[in-house]
């Protein structure tokens, strides 16, 4: 506080709010970012909302998730405060096939994010990425194919990270397998920081998807993954 001059804030919640997120964005980015308190999966939400003629490049941020899902309907824990739960709809003019590769082209999007604020994972085959071997993200990449025609309708690639977890918020055998950015580097990082470098790293991607050449993605992807040479 200084007399006649106010107060400065020293410091600010590390909230995933609106006001939070798009200040980050370039202003004729902000109209298609949706960010939410609660909700149940944005995956969920972004797939009802293609089907009700959502526009291309929708994204959808939660705070928390109540029903956060990876592959094969394994639940996916997304407490509030504590990570950055987002999913983007995209309208990609392809064939299905061609969205195969689409999780690969993610991880290596979100690896490009996560380095622009610090953090150096590693991509583990085929959805996640880690962090000292433990799992610190996790991408589930959903679409939707028109039966007669077979042609692509949308494809959701959701993403989740841990951010701000402690040693006491893993449990049981996820403890062992799971980990945070707070808890691996000891640093606290802007969770609306990261949420926007996600999105423009996927906009960068997406706009490489539509050119057709995605050769550098996989490239990249080849070199940051953990995987190649282990068993599996």
Not at 38 to 48: C, E, F, P, R
Not at 152 to 164: A, D
Request: net charge neutral.
């Amino acid at each position: 506080a200084v007399t006649n001059r106010g107060y400065c804030l020293r410091a600010r919640p590390d909230t995933l709010t609106a006001g939070d997120v798009l200040p980050y964005l370039p202003q004729a980015r902000r109209a298609l970012v949706q960010c939410f308190a609660q909700i149940d999966s944005t995956n969920s939400y972004l797939k009802a909302e293609a089907m009700r003629g959502a526009p291309d490049g929708l994204c959808a941020i939660a705070d928390r998730q109540t029903a956060g899902r990876g592959r094969a309907g394994r639940p996916f824990r997304s407490d509030a405060g504590q990570g950055v739960y987002l999913s983007m709809l995209l309208r990609p003019n392809c064939a299905p096939t061609a969205a195969m590769t689409m999780t690969a082209h993610v991880a290596v999007a979100v690896c490009r994010a996560l380095e622009a604020c610090g953090v150096q994972p590693g991509i583990k085959w085929t959805n996640d990425l880690v962090l000292n071997g433990r799992k610190l993200c996790g991408i589930l990449t959903e679409l939707s194919v028109e039966g007669e025609t077979g042609a692509l309708q949308y494809v959701v690639p959701g993403i989740g990270i841990n951010v701000s977890q402690c040693e006491e918020d893993f449990d049981g055998d996820v403890a062992q397998i799971a980990t945070s950015i707070l808890r691996e580097t000891g640093r606290r990082i802007s969770r609306a920081e990261l949420a926007a470098a996600m999105i423009e790293e996927l906009d960068a991607l997406y706009a490489v998807l539509k050119s057709g050449d995605t050769s550098a993605y996989l490239e990249e992807y080849r070199r940051r993954c953990v995987t190649i040479g282990r068993e599996v």
